[in-house]
C-alpha cells in the first residue's frame, strides 16, 4: 500500500460520531474549508442537489429550543420514512440503541432516560454548529439521496482530517416542518439529515462507543475476483 492510501485509509478509520461536543465554536476558515471539501462531492449529472444551512449560535440555540417543543408535543413532520423491516437491518438498529443507551447508563426501563438521550440529540450533542441537508423531489428521490450521502461524507471526512468531527442526525429529519419554519426553507425542500459538528468532548464516555462494522464477506459478493477476502485489515 503507498504512503498516500495508507493516510487515508488511517483516515477514513479514525472517523467515528461522538455524542458529546465541547460548545468552542469553530473559526470560519476553518467551517469555510469543510464546506469547500464537501462541494466537490460526486453527484448524478452533476445535478449537485445538495442545499446546506449551516446553523450556529443564537439561531443554533433558537432550533434546538424549537425542536425539543416540538419532540415535548409529539409534533413530528418527517419527509422520509425510517423502516429498517424486520430483519437484520432492524438487528443492527437494535444493537446500536443498546450501545449508546449502555454507554449513558439508561436500562432499556428508564422512560425518562431514554427520552432525555432523544433530548440530547435535539441539543445536538452540544455541538456549537449543525449542518442541515435539504434536497428537492427528483422523482423518487433515490439518486439525490446518494449524492446527498457522498456530499456527507466528504464533509464528515474533511471535519476528520482537521482534527475536528461530526455526528449525523437522522432524528432532525423526523422534524422537518419544524426545521423549515425555523430557519425560513421553503417546502419543496427535503430534509434528509442534519450533522452536528464541532470538536468532540475527549473525555466524555461518550466521544467513541465503538460501533464497529460487519465483516466484508457480509456485505460483498465477488465476482471473478479472486483473493479480495484472503486478507483483511478488521474494521474498528
Same mark, same amino acid.
Given at each position: ?52 444551512h449551516i446553523v450556529s449560535g443564537a439561531a443554533r440555540n433558537a432550533l434546538s429550543k424549537e425542536l *425539543?417543543?416540538? %419532540? ?7 419527509? $422520509?420514512?425510517?423502516?429498517? =423491516? !424486520? @430483519? /437484520? ?32 440529540? *435535539?441539543?445536538? %450533542? ?7 441537508? $435539504?434536497?428537492?423531489?427528483? =422523482? !423518487? @428521490? /433515490? ?94
Amino acid at each position: 500500500m503507498s504512503s498516500t492510501a495508507s493516510l487515508f485509509s488511517d483516515l477514513v478509520r479514525a472517523r467515528h460520531s461522538p455524542r458529546q461536543f465541547l460548545p468552542t465554536p469553530l473559526s470560519p476558515a476553518d467551517i469555510r474549508g469543510v464546506l469547500e471539501d464537501a462541494q466537490t462531492a460526486p453527484s448524478n449529472s452533476n445535478t449537485q442537489p445538495w442545499t446546506v444551512h449551516i446553523v450556529s449560535g443564537a439561531a443554533r440555540n433558537a432550533l434546538s429550543k424549537e425542536l *425539543l417543543k416540538a %419532540y415535548e408535543d409529539g409534533r413530528t413532520s418527517p419527509d $422520509f420514512t425510517g423502516d429498517y =423491516g !424486520d @430483519g /437484520v437491518h432492524h438487528e443492527r438498529s437494535f444493537q446500536h440503541a443498546a450501545l449508546v443507551y449502555g454507554a449513558r447508563g439508561v436500562a432499556r426501563s428508564d422512560v425518562e432516560g431514554r427520552k432525555e438521550v432523544i433530548r440530547e440529540n *435535539l441539543r445536538f %450533542y452540544d455541538a456549537p454548529h449543525v449542518a442541515l441537508l $435539504f434536497m428537492p423531489q427528483l =422523482g !423518487d @428521490g /433515490v439518486r439525490a439521496g446518494g449524492d446527498i450521502g457522498m456530499y456527507a461524507q466528504n464533509f464528515l471526512l474533511s471535519l476528520t482530517a482537521r482534527g475536528l468531527h461530526g455526528i449525523p442526525q437522522a432524528v432532525l429529519g423526523v422534524y422537518a416542518d419544524t426545521v423549515r419554519e425555523s430557519l425560513g426553507v421553503p417546502g419543496d425542500l427535503k430534509l434528509a439529515f442534519g450533522i452536528a459538528f464541532g470538536t468532540g468532548d475527549q473525555n466524555s464516555p461518550m466521544y467513541d462507543i465503538g460501533m464497529g462494522r460487519i465483516p466484508l464477506h457480509q456485505s460483498v459478493v465477488l465476482h471473478d475476483t479472486p483473493g479480495v477476502l484472503d486478507e483483511h485489515r478488521p474494521l474498528a
